[in-house]
Each structure stands twice: as structure tokens, then as C-alpha cells.
Nanobody, 116 residues
């Protein structure tokens, strides 16, 4: 079955960095666009970054441009989110999403807390 497993979340100080990973199974990863979303307490889920399959392209929320980088390794069925210069307002549960015409799958989420 389709499965997305996120990892890499944790507690980090402001200005720090984390790398999130999302490993996929149960579908053709290389033919699927992947996205990272986040949901902070009391707020709606928002799109953070996306990466297409072919041609390869990326997009970012204005709030993370220049600080976050999304990438993918099709050989490992994994999408990454490198997060640098983290701010307290980046605190949220981060979700991986796989999307194409016949698929809309979500991971269980990984918590990122940015605090002193």
C-alpha cells in the first residue's frame, strides 16, 4: 500500500538547521510530484515547498524562500527538506504529500520545534 514516512524533526534553536526526509513506498515515486506542508498550532495547513517529477522544478512559500531547499532522490524514493536559518515561526508539524492525478497521499507528520 501507499506509505510516506517522515523523519528528521526535533527541537532546534533559532538560526539552526534541520533536514527532513520522507521515504515513499507503494507507488512510482519518480513519476510523482512531492510536497512538504506544515501546520502550526491553531493554524491551517500550508504549502511549504514542492518539487515536480519531470521536468524537475521547485516552488516555495514566500516565508521560506532562501532558507529552505526541497530535493529528491528517485533512487532512494525519498524527498528532503533542508531547513536553514530556522525561526520560531517555523515551529509546526511538517507533512509529506505525494500528488498526481490518481494519487493524494500523506505521511503522519514530523514535529519541528524552533525554540531557545
Amino acid at each position: 500500500q501507499v506509505q510516506l514516512v517522515e523523519s528528521g524533526g526535533g527541537l532546534v534553536q533559532p538560526g539552526g538547521r534541520l533536514r527532513l526526509s520522507c521515504t515513499a513506498s507503494g507507488f512510482t515515486f519518480s513519476m510523482t510530484a512531492m510536497r512538504w506542508y506544515r501546520q502550526a498550532p491553531g493554524k491551517e495547513r500550508e504549502l511549504v515547498a514542492g518539487i515536480s517529477n519531470f521536468p524537475l522544478s521547485t516552488n516555495y512559500a514566500d516565508s521560506v524562500k532562501g532558507r529552505f531547499t526541497i530535493s529528491r532522490d528517485n533512487a532512494k524514493n525519498t524527498v528532503y527538506l533542508q531547513m536553514n536559518s530556522l525561526k520560531p515561526e517555523d515551529t509546526a508539524v511538517y507533512y509529506c504529500n505525494a500528488v498526481r492525478r490518481d494519487l493524494d497521499a500523506w505521511g503522519q507528520g514530523t514535529l519541528v520545534t524552533v525554540s531557545l
